[in-house]
């Protein structure tokens, strides 16, 4: 195995093996890695760089689990004075009422895994939504909130899925995800939806017609052989269903939680993951970097490493990150900004609806 042979395979569109993989995480040099993966990026979007108008909420941080990754989550017994909440959807109503018609084009609603709240929960909250924000994309409900509502309320995984994209559901954020390797799963996210879970909830959705994203959390205990596994996984579900939008590697971040005593991995190590993923994915057409984890001035270079995505405005109160260590306290950005970011790194801006088409 070489560079030359990889070269090759990639100037002929031939697929890398996972060894192949392997071996551009361990021994490709970065500059050659990232001309690879700048050089795809263009042949799959040319200088596009896309973005959307979005908001994310997040109803509750009481959780069933505890991943120990996770400085968002508090037990559901556990206080207001202990930094638990539960959002009504009276406060989600007022956060929608901000935005004047059409400000938003998609709202993102994700959290913790509520012990009282099944399907029924779901389904409200899509409709209410709709409500107030008729025609707005509903991008909700990690894999693993879907497999806790469904269990709750006593219905397969495709029921659940059917009521709530008859609800209004529009597609799956890529959450949950984690790392599948099963040894590394169950030492950081031991006892939530193991992955072949996580993998049959997006093929379901894929089937009945919604669209999904997928994840990985990186640089905490897993070995890079694990992400080139993770990868593979979603790379053979995507041959299968075609459903998935984008890919999205989101960094560890080591503030307030139970692997605190973990160094994070430096930002070469990002941008080698980013550069790999579009060279190993080629199936998944959009590659995000999510600029509320990773930082602005990151995601933003990242945009030469492959990256096509900057996820949205994202606005107000997405609390995951900043409560793990995020520099950003209150992430937002405008629109204006963002297009600003991406042009100076010579992109093009192009704002995107939920699918992906232009606006
Ligand atoms: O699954 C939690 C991650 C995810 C930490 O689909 C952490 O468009 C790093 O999935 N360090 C939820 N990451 C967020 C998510 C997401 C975000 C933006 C866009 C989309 C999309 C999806 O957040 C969890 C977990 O992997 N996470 N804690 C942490 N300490
Ligand atoms: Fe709960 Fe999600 Fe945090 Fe795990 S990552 S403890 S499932 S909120």
Known sequence: MN??????????????????ALFLFEEAPLEWLREQADAKRIELHGSAAFYNRNIHFEPTNKCVYACKFCAFAR??????????????LADLGAILDRYPDGALTEVHITGGVHPDRGVEYGEELCR??????????????????VAFFAR??????????????????????????EIFAPEVRRKIAGGKAPAHQWLEIHETAHRIGLKSNATMLYGHLEARSDRVDHMERLRDLQ???????????????????????????????????????????????????????????????????????????????TR????????????????????????????????????????
Request: hydrophobic share 35%; charged share 30%; with cysteine.
């Open 3 to 20: 560079l030359d042979s990889i070269d090759r395979a990639l100037k002929t569109g031939e697929r890398l093996s996972r060894e192949q």
């Open 75 to 88: 037990r559901p017994d556990q206080t207001p004075e202990e930094g638990a909440w539960d959002h009504t």
């Open 128 to 145: 209410f939504v709709l409500e107030r924000k008729p025609g707005i994309h509903i991008k909700a409900f990690t894999a693993v909130e």
């Open 152 to 177: 709750k309320s006593g219905l397969t995984i495709e029921q659940a899925l059917a009521r709530l994209k008859q609800a209004g559901l529009g597609s799956l954020p890529g959450g949950g995800a």
């Open 239 to 317: 041959d299968r269903t075609g459903g998935f939008m984008s890919f999205i590697p989101l960094r560890y971040r080591n503030e307030n939680n139970a692997l605190s005593h973990l160094p994070e991995v430096p930002p070469d190590e990002d941008f080698r993951t980013f550069a790999v993923a579009r060279l190993f994915l080629d199936n998944i057409p959009h590659l995000k970097a999510y600029w509320v984890m990773l930082g602005v001035g990151q995601a933003c270079r990242s945009l030469h490493w492959g990256v096509d995505d900057l996820d949205g405005t994202v606005d107000d109160s």
């Open 320 to 359: 995951i990150y900043s409560m793990a260590g995020a520099e950003d306290k209150n992430p937002s950005l405008t629109s204006e900004r963002l297009r600003e970011l991406i042009a100076a790194e010579g992109r093009e801006p192009v704002e995107r609806d939920s699918l992906y088409r232009r606006v």
